[in-house]
């Protein structure tokens, strides 16, 4: 006699509303995008123009607005670099890596950033002050090594060019 194999009873419990402020900004972002699933990218440029990063704790409910899994949010949230997942320092520096700015001594360059604010790539500043990112074209190519503060773009950095930049934003802090 063959056993019946037993349906797994999934939970009908709703899911849990939003209580952080940025949950309900989550929630918010995606009915105006029309919960659409297609306006997924639109939504997380959004919120972490709101947010200056998109929290893990919005991922759940992006998902159910949305009725997508939490494991495809995730998966595209952390596919694009350009997302955020913890709040970023007053000042975000990109440090180009791609090949042209490798020949030309990037790897130094990072090692130098990296050293000198006492952080990884990817990782801020124990003030909150600098965060220091990779990215892998700055189009900036004839004037590598380059990196981005903010909205603008410095080219031909070397380690001590990098201190004079890092230094004028300190000097602006302080003013």
Known sequence: MAK???KSKGSSALPAPPTSPAEVAA???CARHGNKPDELLEIFHELQHQLGYVPDATLPVIANALNRSRAEVYGVLTFYHEFRRHPSGKH???ICRAE???AMGTKA???HAEKSLRTKLGGTTADGAITIEQVFCLGNCALSPAIMVGEKLYGKVD???FDEIIGSLEKE???
Do not use: T
Request: glycine share 0%; net charge neutral.
């Open 4 to 6: 019946k194999a037993e």
């Open 27 to 29: 929630l918010a972002v």
């Open 173 to 175: 802090a302080a003013e």
């Open 159 to 161: 380690p001590q060019r």
């Open 92 to 94: 975000v520096v990109k």
């Open 100 to 102: 042209a700015c490798q």
């Open 109 to 111: 360059l990072c090692d």
